[in-house]
């Protein structure tokens, strides 16, 4: 490697380096539990059951008629267990 190689790959080193940052003095080092005030709980009260109803409200609006499903799923279970059935069957043939 010659001299100028070397210097062109030590500056290339040199900014690939990650230097260490020093630890942010305003983040937190510890954990404190938060107090709410009366009216800030009663907000929070408010807000979760408003949410909830409405919640409610919109999956009696979503959902779908299981008749409309239902009638389908014992036939393609019984495919499904047909077609597994004629597997074994046909694997257990002795071939010629």
Known sequence: ?????????EAVLAKSRVTPEAPNTSSPSHIQEVQLDANTAAQFSQQATASKRESTAASAEQETPASTISPYLPWLFAAGILLL???LWRGRQPKF
């Open 1 to 9: 490697l010659s001299a100028g190689r070397a210097q062109q790959l």
């Open 85 to 87: 059935l004629s597997g």
